[in-house]
């Protein structure tokens, strides 16, 4: 399940939840131009386990699904 969500500069403006992660990405503007920090825990967990930043929504929001689409494939494999 994804969701866009409300832009502010500490609001996440996207959040997925898949296989037992959450994926967010947050906005930065600095200097007229922005860059979308993303970051990848396990759901009910602090630690990081994967992030990055774009310089687009849209790359960052494929970022996260990459990761979790890999992750997911891994799982499968080694069941």
Not at 14 to 24: P, T
Not at 43 to 58: A, R, Y
């Amino acid at each position: 399940m994804s969701s866009p969500l409300q832009f502010s500069d500490h609001t996440p403006v996207f959040r997925v939840e898949k296989f037992g992660f959450i994926g967010e990405i947050m906005a930065s503007r600095t200097q007229g131009s922005e860059i979308f920090h993303y970051v990848v825990q396990r759901k009910n967990s602090t630690g990081i386990v994967h992030w990055g930043q774009e310089l687009s929504l849209q790359r960052a929001q494929e970022s996260v699904e990459e990761f979790l689409q890999q992750y997911s494939s891994e799982f499968k494999r080694a069941l």
